[in-house]
């Protein structure tokens, strides 16, 4: 019986995301310079040319994984700052799905970390992306709700909201410069808790998602 439409689309969408995992943990692991495309093509169990089918080319793949990476995790910042409630409880569901994020897609970082040290935002622009436009999108998501949560008194307002916003973010990416993918073991209480130390919360420490 002939696929209809529907099913074939289904099926390329779920193979293009196989080729995009298997890259993104490549590429994490050996270093996109390292790895080749037929690696690529060994890890999902295809041929090369069926990777080019839909990939033109590495740096093709590359660029998908990076917007895909991006994309991703402006949806999780997105998703918080909509999620009702009080600023805590959206901190607290950031949380969440950013250690979520870390799991399943931990790898992008590891790739954006060792492009920019490689050769930092101007290589980023030769491969279409702008760093400053899309931190900027970032922090507008998070800057809305650290400035809910000094409006609502649970959060020091002695330091300006766009400086909480660079500590909340440093704060990960320490972790993640210094641990690699091993900071999405610890307690995420702690981290939790951790966090809202840093940006000055006046709330009691949190357990299991609750004020």
Do not use: C
């Not at 600023?87 to 590891?110: N, V």
């Not at 609502?152 to 993918?181: C, K, M, Q, R, W």
């Amino acid at each position: 019986m002939p696929r209809n439409k529907s099913i074939s689309q289904q099926i390329r969408q779920e193979s293009r995301n196989q080729i995009l995992s298997a890259a993104r943990f490549l590429f994490a692991e050996r270093g996109y310079p390292q790895t080749k495309v037929s690696d690529i093509a060994r890890e999902t169990g295809m041929s090369q040319g069926n990777l080019y089918w839909y990939f033109s080319s590495k740096e093709d793949l590359l660029k998908a994984v990076l917007q895909d990476g991006f994309e991703s995790f402006a949806a999780v910042l997105e998703k918080a700052a909509a999620h009702p409630g009080s600023a805590i409880h959206k901190l607290d569901s950031l949380l969440d799905d950013y250690l979520h994020f870390a799991r399943e897609r931990g790898d992008f970082f590891r790739i954006f970390i060792a492009l920019l040290a490689q050769g930092g935002t101007d290589h980023m622009k030769k491969l279409g992306f702008d760093t400053g436009q899309i931190g900027m999108r970032y922090h507008q998501y998070l800057q809305a709700i650290l400035a809910q949560g000094q409006a609502e008194g649970v959060l020091s307002g002695d330091i300006p909201v766009g400086l909480l916003v660079s500590f909340y973010f440093s704060f990960f990416n320490g972790l993640l410069i210094t641990y690699g993918a091993d900071w999405q073991n610890l307690p995420p209480d702690q981290i939790r808790n951790a966090v809202l130390r840093l940006i000055g919360a006046n709330s009691k420490p949190i357990t299991g998602g609750e004020e």
